[in-house]
């Protein structure tokens, strides 16, 4: 049985028995073989298309595995409006072993999840000295369907890698606290652990950047380094112990404002960050009251779990915002009154604080909330929970063999709705149609995203269905009028998909949406055989994008088209210097030909013959040439 009173004193050195141990050991592998288990099932999903296809099977630097032009290309890269080199080097390290298979990739991502519980249960052990309690809030953590998105989406690698980082940071932590005896060579080492673990746990996903305001709450619980303020301690000695601890980690929180404007700066190249036009700020701060009340809903009662959940924008109920108001301030207020029982304190401001980064003040993507952003805040209700019912427990002697079955019933419920959960990860269409299902209300993303899967999966008639729908619930935005062009287009309707990405180009909100409208009805019309109204779209393209292969390609092509050889010459000529394909060589020689300058036709089929000699039609044009001027040199 565990004690009956918190123990004042951090357990970070521990001295239990061999016994004890063992025990510890047994439950951590409990534990893990439980997590293995539940999440067995994601190795027969495949990937989908949010954000896989940018990280992994989209992704050349990725695919190629490791080498150490991707590794850096890892260090610089801000694609996926971020920067986290070791998220980059990780999925590279997955495609050197398992390739393209999406079990391998699976499997590392839940392996993963469980080496987190474990170490959350053993750092929570440590730390507390509760044995049970630790390993209750660990299961909660492991087995809980909230966590499912992160674990069960390739793409969420970073949480998972940033959560470990973050806990070996907590843990070289403590060993640190530990060394306050100590010579000071020995501090400076393990801070400097602290520092590294920090570091990667940044370089995974910058949501670590509230780490070290964390191990300033672990310094008040469990390992009590700091005095409660106003609860009949010394002030004085209060601010003096608060301000040694600030400096003792102004390095980390120096770190924090680094990956912070780090990220800035990658989600405004991005063009990841909504802007106050889009959502005000009065919208951001009502959603945020609103989800923060959502996602302890979930964790009580974890239906309705979707992969997107829409901002409502100023479409949120009257009620909900008092409402959540009210009772995140009812939740606030008893803290005060049991400010003693620190666990409480340092689970609601756990909650609070890691959670602030992604609750939308600062709105990256058009999202209300996100199963993945609570991966690791949710720790701190489960602390709070747990904690409570333990003490709860103790003081009404309810038997163990009680709490055993009641905790056991609770983990398989929990890892019933988990597996089930799982299951709509198995694809994109299952994924979407499932969201489309439980989001009270249409979203033209949900049946953009679901139309586009079942485009993919080889459904054409019901994919252009869902893109109708979302055209019609958003008939001034890009994406549906594009995506409904371009299904057309690749079905070979261009005929129809051309006033469809004509609209697309005026509702086109940035240069790169621009771009894409552009470079698929230039192609359109050039599949019509509107060669002067293509090469007049691929121009356009061109004075938005001076250096795009396509542009000078695709114009290229509308001028040979058109019979006008000497511009289609330029164009491809052009585009080699750029990249200088096979293909590209081809055309050119195909024009020059044309044109009537055959040494210069030539030398461009040999040069393509040269980038790719089984360019058949290079070798026929080029055999060609050589044997007219056989002839011709012969007739002489």
């Known amino acids: 049985m565990e004690g009956s009173v918190e123990p004042r004193k951090p357990i970070i050195a521990s001295d239990v028995g061999t016994n004890a141990q063992v025990h510890i050991w047994a439950m951590a592998m409990l534990l893990a073989v439980a997590t293995l288990g539940v ?4 190795l027969r999903n495949g990937f989908v298309d949010f954000d896989d296809r940018d990280y992994v099977t989209g992704n050349e630097h990725v695919r190629t ?24 080097i990780s999925h590279m390290v997955d495609c050197q072993v398992f390739g393209l298979n999406p079990a391998g990739h699976h499997a590392v991502s839940v392996l993963l999840h469980a080496i987190n519980a474990v170490l959350l249960f053993l750092l929570l052990n440590k730390g507390t000295g509760f044995r049970w309690r630790s390993f209750l809030v660990a299961a909660l953590f492991a087995l809980h369907p909230l966590n499912v998105e992160t674990v069960a989406w390739i793409s969420e690698r970073k949480s998972l890698l940033s959560m470990l980082f973050s806990l070996l940071t907590v843990g070289c932590y403590g060993w640190y606290v530990r060394a306050a005896e100590t010579d000071r060579a020995t501090r400076v080492k393990r801070y400097l652990a602290v520092a590294f673990f920090f570091a990667l746990a940044l370089l995974s996903k910058p949501m670590a950047v509230t780490l070290p305001v964390v ?20 002030r004085g000695q209060f601010w003096k112990r608060l301000g040694a601890l600030i400096m003792e980690k102004l390095p980390l929180f120096a770190m924090s404002a680094a990956s ?60 909900q915002i008092p409402a959540a108001g009210l009772l995140l301030i009812g939740m606030t207020a008893p803290l005060w009154r049991f400010r003693k029982r620190r666990h409480l304190v340092f689970g609601w401001k756990f909650f609070m604080v890691t959670l602030l980064p992604v609750i939308g003040i600062v709105q990256v993507g058009l999202q209300a909330m996100a199963d993945r952003y609570a991966y690791i805040p949710l720790i701190g209700l489960f602390i709070i929970v747990i904690w409570e019912l333990g003490e709860a427990a103790r003081r009404l002697r309810v038997p163990m063999f009680a709490l055993a079955a009641a905790a056991t019933m609770v983990g398989i419920a929990l890892s019933v709705v988990t597996v089930i959960q799982v299951g709509y990860w198995r694809d994109s269409v299952t994924l979407c149609a499932h969201a489309r299902q439980v989001i009270p209300f249409a979203n033209s993303r949900i049946e953009t995203n679901l139309a586009a899967a079942l485009l993919d999966a080889g459904e054409p008639a019901e994919a252009m269905e869902h893109f109708r729908i979302a055209e019609s619930l958003a008939p001034d935005a890009f994406t549906p009028h594009f995506d409904i062009g371009y299904a057309l287009a690749q079905t070979g309707e ?34 019509l055989g509107k060669n002067e109204e293509a090469a007049r779209t691929f121009s356009d393209l061109l004075a938005l994008q001076p250096n795009s292969i396509a542009g000078f390609a695709g114009r290229g092509q509308a001028f040979f088209n058109a019979s006008r050889f000497a511009e289609a010459s330029a164009d491809f000529a052009a585009a080699i210097e750029l990249k200088p394909a096979a293909e590209l060589f081809l055309m050119a020689g195909k024009s020059q030909e044309a044109a009537g300058r055959l040494p210069e036709a030539a ?34």
């Open 39 to 42: 999440y067995g099932a994601t």
């Open 65 to 88: 595995g490791l080498s150490w032009r991707n590794v850096e290309w890892a260090l610089r890269s801000t694609e996926a409006a971020n920067w986290h080199p070791v998220t980059w």
């Open 215 to 234: 191990l300033m709450m672990i310094d008040y619980w469990p390992l009590d380094r700091m005095p409660v303020p106003f609860s009949g301690d010394d």
């Open 260 to 319: 912070a404007w780090v990220t800035f700066i990658a989600q405004r190249l991005g063009r990841a960050m909504s802007s106050a036009t889009v959502l005000p700020i009065r919208m951001r701060l009502e959603n945020a009251i609103v989800s923060y009340a959502k996602y302890i809903g979930k964790m009580f009662w974890p239906s309705g779990l979707a992969y997107y959940y829409p901002h409502p924008g100023d479409r949120l109920p009257a009620w």
């Open 494 to 527: 261009n005929a129809k998909a051309v006033p469809e990405l004509q609209d697309a180009l005026r509702c086109a909100s940035n240069p790169e949406e621009k771009a894409r409208a552009l470079n698929s009805l230039a192609v359109a019309e050039l599949d």
């Open 603 to 636: 030398k461009a089929y040999r040069r393509a013959l040269s980038t790719n000699s089984q360019l058949a039609e290079a070798r026929e044009r080029l055999l060609e040439l050589e044997k007219r001027a056989k002839d011709s040199a012969t007739a002489k």
